[in-house]
């Protein structure tokens, strides 16, 4: 097994002057963050970036955009199972290229009382002093009755206390309202309480008290008691606040060989049903699928069954990290008299000569979600994830992807990611799909290379009677192109044609190293993900990209 010590640039013990002259400055790492270093660093608007056609067609027309790398699941020493600094993470996610980040501590006791506004802190110096990283302040929410969520707000004077505020009135873990075993005394009550926890932040927002808030899904599938009728409850109770999931989990280097157990899987997706669980969820739900959770990788599957009823459910990628693979730090011990309960922190990491047990990558090094903007600031980020202008990949697969749908013969730009196009029945349209292949190797030193693009079709049929189904039969691959050994920029034209009804069309693909049937049958699915063997999992040999989907609503 390779040993990796810490680099100097993740170390607390190494000063700004000492980077300095190891030639590894702050500045230096922000400069090459993202795509968009040169202009941002002048300060200009995003359409200095990106051409400026103000043409508008009659098909749709969504402005302009730039796309902000970022990852919305980060953890550090604020909390309890942790191990890196604050510093370490966010000069982590500068070295790999994040744009933006989300601190997302776990709820707890210590948190609360202490470690959210301690953060804070460190949070506001961090802005001041590197104004062009984008860092936001989160809570990881352990949703009563089910997993975790993402929950993160806008800068501004009431940041920190809105997150304590929640944290203290609707987390299930300080309440114990945890149950959700079916038929058991306290579900309904603690399902309730999250869609009250849900609509209390929209009403936060819709009166002025934060600007904005946001909140996603973490690892929905991880132990199956996310349920079709929770998340179809979730959504409806905040619309444009609850705003999806994560398509993908952390902890993506789970299972390299060799590395943490021979029945490990990517996202630590190791567990069978519970009492808690789901009972409608077949057992290859706990898997992941290329590094996907299974709801986002079946096609035709969970996923598509929310779309496929004309809304939006946007999909994220993120590090979730806590313990990075192969690295030699260790928690640092505690003085006497003190835990995480009476102080909100843990303590700072020390050096080891010995590589420390670890599932994740740095954020940024592997996961990424890349999120279209008119502008660049912390709304900008917000708003362009509640409108769903976001595709993700796993190993720097690409270094764009330009998506767009216009009626054949309009001049405009069309309608992107998240967006809608309204046409008549029978018109002929136009997907076009712009990818930048990947110019420089990866964090492990591979160039990657994009083997097939995927169309994902499915029809859309409105609200389902049945809360808790999972299935959109009218979903499947309707078309693969075969991209193997393009480079640079090129652009694919497919062709669509509106029928009778409305639909939506979302983009897969992957490096084509490891795919078979799809989950629901080669005739959905010909060549799609798979799981791979316990403890077999090489995360860099079995990279995917995805695309929210965009709408296509037929009228008359």
């Not at 991880?222 to 959504?235: A, M, N, Q, V, Y």
């Not at 309960?341 to 590589?355: C, E, F, N, R, Y």
């Not at 808790?468 to 193997?484: I, Q, Y």
């Amino acid at each position: 097994m390779t040993e990796q010590r810490l680099p100097s640039w993740a170390d607390p013990s190494v000063s700004p002057a000492d980077l300095d002259a190891q030639g590894v400055s702050r500045r230096r790492l922000l400069s090459g963050a993202g795509l968009f270093g040169a202009a941002f660093a002048l300060g200009g608007p995003v359409g200095s970036a990106v051409a400026a056609d103000r043409h508008r067609g009659v098909g749709g027309d969504d402005p302009g955009l730039a796309y902000l790398v970022g990852d919305h699941h980060v953890h550090s020493v604020y909390s309890h199972d942790a191990k890196y600094t604050f510093s370490q993470q966010a000069t982590a996610a500068a070295k790999f290229g994040l744009d933006w980040m989300v601190f997302n501590e776990h709820a707890n006791v210590g948190h609360a009382r202490y470690g959210a506004a301690l953060e804070h802190r460190e949070i506001l110096k961090a802005r001041a002093d590197n104004p062009r990283q984008l860092i936001f302040q989160g809570l990881e929410w352990y949703i009563p009755a089910a997993e975790h969520a993402t929950v993160f707000a806008a800068p501004g004077r009431h940041e920190v206390d809105l997150l304590t505020r929640f944290e203290l009135a609707y987390d299930g873990k300080l309440l114990n309202y945890t149950e959700g075993a079916a038929g058991a005394t306290d579900t309904a009550r603690n399902e309730a309480h999250a869609v009250q926890g849900l609509k209390w932040l929209a009403e936060q927002r819709r009166s002025g008290y934060v600007d904005d808030v946001l909140v996603l899904a973490n690892h929905p599938m991880r132990l199956g008691i996310d349920s079709p009728h929770e998340l179809r409850g979730w959504r409806d109770a905040a619309p444009g606040i609850m705003i999806g999931m994560e398509g993908a989990p952390g902890a993506q280097g789970a299972a390299i060989p060799g590395w943490r157990g021979a029945t490990s899987i990517r996202g630590e997706y190791e567990n069978t049903p519970s009492a808690q669980s789901w009972s409608g969820y077949p057992a290859d739900a706990y898997l992941t699928y290329g590094g996907f959770d299974w709801a986002t990788a079946t096609v035709g599957g969970l996923w598509d069954a929310l779309l496929a009823e004309g809304r939006l459910f946007t999909i994220t990628s993120n590090s979730d990290n806590h313990r990075t693979v192969f690295d030699t730090w260790k928690n640092g011990d505690w003085p006497a008299g003190q835990d995480f309960d009476s102080t909100g922190k843990l303590p700072d990491p020390v050096a080891t000569d010995t590589p420390q047990p670890g599932s994740d990558f740095w954020p940024g090094e592997f996961s990424r979600t890349h999120v279209g903007v008119a502008r660049y600031g912390y709304r900008a980020v917000m708003e362009g994830l509640r409108a769903g202008r976001v595709w993700l990949d796993h190993g720097h697969l690409l270094d764009g992807l330009e998506v767009r749908v216009r009626r054949e013969g309009d001049a405009g730009r069309g309608v992107t990611l998240g967006g809608r196009l309204r046409v008549r029945r029978g018109e002929r349209i136009v997907l076009t799909v712009t990818v930048t292949t990947a110019s420089r190797p990866n964090a492990h030193g591979v160039l990657p290379e994009l083997a097939h693009v995927d169309v994902v079709r499915g029809a859309v049929r409105g609200p389902v009677a049945d809360r808790d189904g999972w299935r959109a039969p009218d979903t499947r691959v309707v078309r693969t192109e075969d991209v193997s050994g393009r480079t640079g920029t090129y652009t694919l034209r497919v062709p669509l044609a509106a029928g009778e009804e409305s639909f939506y069309v979302r983009l897969r693909g992957s490096d084509g190293k490891r795919n078979g049937a799809g989950y629901l049958g080669a005739s959905v699915d010909p060549r799609g993900p798979v799981t791979h063997a316990p403890g077999d999992g090489d995360p860099w040999a079995d990279t995917w990209f995805y695309s929210n989907p965009v709408f296509v609503d037929v009228v008359g």
